[in-house]
């Protein structure tokens, strides 16, 4: 990971078990938000860096895009 890729969590209180389920929603276009800045992304957004999300209450990442 670089210094320019994105760390998300899943917006409004969802949470995921399984990386599949997180993968899911992200191409399905659900929110989530930055870790860092708070701003909301989606694939619906240009995001030219790789985005990773942490799911299961936060102990674990996948890459999404």
Do not use: E, N
């Amino acid at each position: 990971m670089s210094g320019r890729d994105i760390h998300a969590v899943p917006a409004f209180g969802r949470d995921y078990k399984s990386a599949s389920a997180v993968k899911a929603d992200w191409l399905a276009g659900k929110d989530f938000r930055c870790a860092v800045s708070g701003q909301y992304l989606s694939v619906r957004d240009s995001v030219p860096v790789q985005v990773w999300v942490r799911y299961a209450k936060l102990t674990k990442l996948v890459r999404v895009h």
